[in-house]
C-alpha cells in the first residue's frame, strides 16, 4: 500500500528534520571561518578565529581542565557503574536492594539544578567538618560521577543481562575463584560495554555546564563553564571555532568506534566459524 | 549456587556501590531537606541550626515553605515561585508535545526505510547529540537573532518587512528545548516502532480502512509505549532545564532552576533554594510514579 505521494512525504519529513537537527552544527562550521565578527552574513574566508582560540588562555586551560575532569569521572563512573550493574544483575536478594536500585537509576530523573545544589550543601559541610576539599576540581570529578555512573550502569546491566552464564559456571566448576571468574570471563565479555559506559561518562562530563557551576570554586573553570561565560555576553565567533573542533572530533571518534564495533563483531564471527569448521573437521571419520 | 561461597566477597561488591550512592546521592538529599527546614542564617554562617544549644528546642521552620505558595500582599499561589514552577511546566510540556509531533512522523518513517539504512539514519540522529549541549543551543542564539540567517532569509522572500524578534521569547525557548530534547523522543518510539508487524497495517487496509484511519487505529495504539516512554523522557528534563532559558530565554521566561540559582547565590538564601529545590522533587516525582502505575506491571519483572 505505499503510493508515491506517502513516500515523497516520508522523504520530506525525515530530509527537513535532519535540516533542523544538523543547522546549528553547519551554520557554527560556516561561520567559524568568517573574516569579521557577526554571524549574519559570510564576508570572506579567514582563520583568524582558530588563531584567536590558541591564544585565549581561558578557553585552553578550561579544556585541559575538562579533559582531565572527563578522563577521571569516566574512569570512576565506568568502575562503580560496573560494580553497580553487576549487584543489580546477580544479587537479586539483598537487604536494601529495593533503595539500592532507587538510587542509581534517581539521577537520570534528577534535575540538575536538585543534583548540583544538594551535592555543594553535601560538600560545605564536609568542608566545615573536615576542612578540605576545596571546592574545585575534585567536587566537580565527585558531581559527574554521580551523573556518569548513572547512565553508565544502564549500558553495562544491558550487557550483563544479555551474557550467557553458563561460561561463568563452567569456569567455577573447574575450580575457579569467584574473583578470577570475574576477571578472567565476565569482564572480558563485557570490556566493550564498560568502555561504552567510559565513553558515555566522558562525554557527560565534557559537556555539563550547571553541576560545574555549582560544585567549582574560584578560579577553576572547566570548558563547558567558560563557553557559557562568554556565550550570555553575545556574538563571539571563537566559540564557533572550539565548536567547529569539538564537532570534528567527535565525529571522528564516533565512526572510529562504530566501525571498530564493527570489525569486532565481524572478528568474532570469523572466529566462531572457524572453532566450528575446525571441531567439523575434527569430528569427521579417517 | 556456587555464589554463596562468596559471603565476604559479596559483602563487598554491594558495599562499594552502596557506600558510594549514600554518601554521595542519599546525604546530600537528607541535608537538602534539611535546610529547608531552618532559619536563614547570619552574616557568617547561611542557615541557623534546627537545635537552638541555648533553649535546647527544636526549631523547625515551614516559612521557607510557606513562602514559595503564598505571599505578603497576593493571594494563596499568587507567588513569583509558583509562576515560575507554572511556566517550566508549560515549557515542559509544549516541548513534550513539539517533540512527539516532529518526532512520531520521523521515528516512523525512520522505522520504515530499509533496514540496511536504519543504523545510518540513527547514527545521524545520534551524531548531534554526542556533541556539546551548551555550544548547539548558543548556536541557535546566532540563528534566531534580529540579524540572523533565518530573519535574513523571511526578509529576502518578503516574507517580513521588518525583522521579527524571535530571541528571547517563547519562540527561541521552544525552538531550543524541542531541538536539544528531540532525539530523547525519537529513541524510545523508533526502538517501539521497528517491532512493529506492518502486516497488521495491511490488513487494515484490506479490510477497507483509509491510511489515516489504519494509522489511528492501529500503529498509534501499538506505540503507546513508545509515546509514553519518549514524552516522560522528554518533558522531565525540560521542567528542570536551566542553560537553555539562560541563553535563549529573556527575563519574561525564567525557568524555576534559574530560580534556585538566583535564591541560591544571589540572594544567599539558602534555606528557601533547598526548599524551592525540595517542591521541584516533589513535581518530577508525581508524573514519574504515575508513569511507574501504568507502566511497571510489564517494565521490571520483579525479582
Known sequence: MKNLSTRYFGKAWL??????????????????????????????????WYEALTRDTKIVDGFWLSVQVATASGVASAVLATFAAFVLVRYRRFSGRTLFSGMVNAPLVMPEVVIGLSLLLLMVGIQNAFGWPQRGMLTIVLGHTLLGMAYGMVVVQSRLLEMDRAIEEAAMDLGAKPYQVFFLITMPNIMQAIFAAYLLAFTLSFDDVVIAEFLSGPGVNTLPQVIFGYARRGINPTIYAAATLLIASVTLVVIGYSVWVARQTRKREREMAAAVRAEMVALQPH | MALTFAMPGKRFVIGVPYTWLVVFFMLPFLILAYISFVDM?????????????????????????????????????????????????WYALCTAVLCLLIGYPFSYFIARSAPSVRPALLMMVMLPFWTSFLLRVYAWKGILADQGVVNQMLMALGLTAEPIQMLYTDVSMLVGMTYVYLPFMVLPLYANLVKMDFRLLEAAYDLGASPFK????VTVPLSKAGIIA?????????????????????????????????????????????????????????????YYHFSGDAAEPRA
Not at chain 2, 239 to 262: A, K, Q
Open chain 1, 15 to 48: 530530509a527537513a528534520t535532519f535540516l533542523f537537527l544538523y543547522m546549528p552544527l553547519v551554520f557554527m562550521v560556516v561561520f567559524s571561518f568568517n573574516s569579521t565578527r557577526q554571524d549574519a552574513e559570510f564576508t570572506g574566508f579567514s582563520l583568524r
Open chain 2, 230 to 290: 519518549g514524552f516522560m523522557l522528554v518533558f522531565i528534563p525540560c521542567v528542570g532545564e536551566f542553560v537553555i532559558p539562560s541563553l535563549l530565554g529573556g527575563p519574561e521566561n525564567i525557568m524555576i532552576g534559574r530560580v534556585v540559582w538566583d535564591e541560591m547565590f544571589t540572594s544567599n538564601n539558602w534555606p528557601r533554594a533547598s526548599a524551592l529545590a525540595v517542591v521541584m522533587i516533589g513535581l518530577i516525582v508525581v508524573p514519574l510514579a504515575v
Open chain 2, 41 to 89: 542564617g547570619n552574616d557568617i554562617s547561611p542557615f541557623k541550626p534546627i537545635w537552638d544549644s541555648e533553649t535546647g528546642l527544636l526549631h523547625l521552620k515551614y516559612e521557607n515553605y510557606y513562602t514559595i505558595f503564598q505571599s505578603g500582599e497576593g493571594g494563596l499561589f499568587q507567588t513569583l515561585y509558583i509562576e515560575a514552577y507554572l511556566r517550566s511546566l
Open chain 2, 214 to 217: 489504519a494509522f489511528w487505529l
